[in-house]
């Protein structure tokens, strides 16, 4: 018998397979025939086989993680690497909330409840949050006498607070008990338990994130995905985990939210009387509503589950820190972890960290809070210690002069820069603003040539720049670093006023080069002066230094009164030298002054490289931070 090709499933090939079979024995003779009763059970096997076949497929396609379409086959398959799938988080805002109260008021404490509803309108719809915890504040008396209640840093969470209750029976003493809402913030369940349906008491349940800590007597419950899509709540054995009993009741509370929606609330209404009518209530906004996000999808799953499988529940290598920091905050857009023997200067028993936001999120302190105590600190050896650090932004302008041939298009020149200004931002958008990417010259320009056939060439001008975001009216001292080597002279800032010996000017900063810094290497250190606008009249002939070699900048002591214009940030900005057009976001280090060109690299640590957008504002000293020259060439 001939071997059959298993390969191909479809109907017509498998029919055509069966015919070939039946082709070499002698006992059946109208499978040929469309018309026999034959064919028609040939197509019947046909049919059989090809649905057996699409069976078998979508069987083997669901029981592999990388192939798996269905979520409940994702979530099932992750649940044996040990990861649960992230839950939709509540956007989270911090206030400080200050009440005078009703003059018919007299206890000295104020309790808030975590039901009190605040509300905050974003995008048009009107979104409730409540107080993450009960929160009781003591009276006190501000300056003028008056006595008040203030509540500082008192977090509000988005979303409803809701609760779900479940009678235990013997069929049911470990649970499940599902939650029945797709969008339970899981950061947020609390459980108690009661002995039964009569019993006014309580005892709390806490969330057990893995069993290393526990026992037969341990008071806790275990959360999953369910294949439903939903959250359940399961509970111990007598082995891990203390064991309900029947009759108990068992009560979870939660908040449901909207995601991400309401993030970038800052207004809020409360709507209740906290100590009576003739009360005032200021509430000052610390942070906007942020860290709200959807279900973890698929996808995310998908990435995320093996790592966090490879790191067995624990925190000791950089890909273990990376893999479950990203699994924990949908808000993170990218991690860099580098341990204390590798910081400049090394700090020995330190691990640092740092966290890219998504775009138009922050990382609040609270979430890093959040993050350290609940995800890191109960997974990391016990020696070591975490230090956030904040990613720091190196802003990238282009001039680009771009040759092109009117013959070979019919785009208009304009229609040209836009498509250019497009590729670029695209270019950012695509494969830098985040952490660890370095941009390329030769890379960026090929793709400008690519966007019509009409350009012939481009000429590309960098700018690279370092914001100052300084403290006003205050003696500061500012340490920018380019980490590139740069051209002497091409220093510049935006206009701002400074005080120099209790006089005030308007002024800008510019480099100037010692006498052997010299071309076409243009090595060595200069000094920045601080110069008048207008008459560029030197008023600091040392205000600071400069080290081309690294764009390293040291200005001791500045005292900056306002930033003119509408920007917030002192911009300086420098010419990369000819020979560094590739921008790395490698840290850049002097390690000798006695020769010449004893500068290294060291690997990349929290630079990302973003793309100048800056409008042009020509009276403060502010260029575009992208602009586009067509010129009309024939091309030979």
């Known amino acids: 018998m001939a071997i059959k090709n298993v390969t191909n499933l479809d109907f017509d090939t498998i029919k055509a397979n069966l015919k070939n079979h039946l082709s070499a024995q002698s006992e059946f003779s109208d499978y040929n025939f469309e018309a026999s009763g034959l064919s028609t059970i040939v197509d019947l ?83 409730t949050f409540t107080p993450l915890t009960d929160v009781t ?102 082995v891990l985990g203390k064991k309900l009993v029947a009759g108990n009741v068992v009560r979870l509370e939660y908040v449901v939210c909207a995601g991400s929606a309401p993030n970038g609330a800052k207004s809020f209404i409360n709507s209740v009387n906290f100590t009576g009518t003739s009360e005032t209530v200021t509430g000052t906004v610390s942070l906007a509503a942020s860290g709200g996000a959807l279900i973890e999808d698929i996808t995310s ?90 990613p720091e932004f190196t802003y990238l302008g282009m001039n680009i002069s771009a040759s092109y041939d009117a013959k070979v298009t019919t785009a208009s020149s304009a229609t040209l820069q836009a498509a250019i200004v497009a590729e670029v931002e695209s270019y950012f958008d695509g494969t830098l603003n985040t952490l660890k990417k370095n941009f390329y010259y030769s890379f960026i320009a090929n793709r400008i040539n690519n966007v019509s056939k009409s350009i012939i060439g481009n000429n590309i001008e960098l700018r690279i720049q370092k914001r100052l975001t300084p403290i006003l009216n205050s003696v500061g001292r500012y340490e920018p670093k380019f980490n590139n080597k740069i051209l002497p002279s091409s ?77 917030n940030s002192v911009r300086v900005s420098a010419t990369p030298h000819e020979g560094s057009k590739d921008i790395s976001t490698d840290v850049l280090v002097r390690t000798t002054e006695e020769q010449l060109f004893a500068v290294v690299p060291q690997p990349a640590r929290n630079i990302i490289l973003t793309l100048d957008k800056s409008a042009s504002d020509i009276p403060n000293n502010i260029r575009p931070g992208i602009s586009v020259t067509m010129v009309p060439r024939v091309a030979d």
């Open 491 to 567: 220093i510049r800032t935006n206009h701002f006023t400074a005080k120099i010996n209790n006089t005030t000017y308007t002024c800008s900063i510019k480099d100037q080069p010692a006498a052997d810094v010299i071309a076409p290497v243009y090595s060595g250190k200069g000094v920045l002066q601080l110069v008048t606008v207008g008459s560029g009249t030197v008023i600091n002939e040392v205000l600071g230094t400069i080290d081309y070699d690294t764009g390293a900048i040291d200005i001791p002591s500045l005292h900056i009164v306002s930033v003119l214009g509408s920007v």
């Open 301 to 390: 799953i998908r990435f995320n589950a093996p790592r966090f499988a490879a790191t067995k529940n624990r925190i000791v290598t950089k890909t273990d820190y990376e893999t479950v920091i990203k699994a924990s905050n949908a808000n993170i857009k990218a991690v860099t972890v580098w341990g204390g023997e590798d910081n400049i200067p090394p700090i020995y028993g330190k691990v640092f960290i740092s966290l890219q936001p998504q775009a138009g999120l922050v990382i609040t302190q609270a979430e890093k809070t959040t993050l350290q105590n609940d995800v890191i600190a109960i997974k990391q050896p016990i020696t070591m210690t975490t230090q956030f650090v904040d």
């Open 137 to 238: 504040v003591t009276r006190t008396y501000d300056a003028a006498g008056l006595d008040q209640f203030v509540a500082t840093d008192m977090v509000l969470v988005e979303g409803k607070r809701t609760n779900t209750s479940m009678l235990i029976d013997a069929n049911s003493l470990q649970g499940p008990v599902v939650i029945p809402n797709d969008s339970v913030d899981t950061t947020t369940i609390t459980c108690t338990i009661k002995d039964n349906i009569n019993s006014s008491s309580t005892t709390a349940y806490s969330h057990a994130a893995n069993i290393l800590d526990v026992d037969s007597t341990s008071k806790i419950f275990y959360l999953e995905e369910s294949t439903n899509g939903r959250y359940q709540a399961s509970f111990g054995d007598d």
């Open 45 to 127: 096997l046909a049919y059989n086989t090809h649905y057996n076949a699409v069976m078998a497929h979508l069987v083997a396609n669901e029981s592999f993680i990388d192939s798996a379409v269905k979520r409940n086959s994702v979530v099932s398959i992750a649940k044996t690497m040990g990861y649960t799938p992230r839950s939709a988080k509540s956007a989270r805002a911090t206030i400080t909330l200050t009440v005078k109260p009703d003059t018919t008021y007299t206890s000295n404490t104020l309790f808030i409840s975590k039901a009190t509803i605040f509300t905050s309108t974003v995008n048009g719809k009107a979104y």
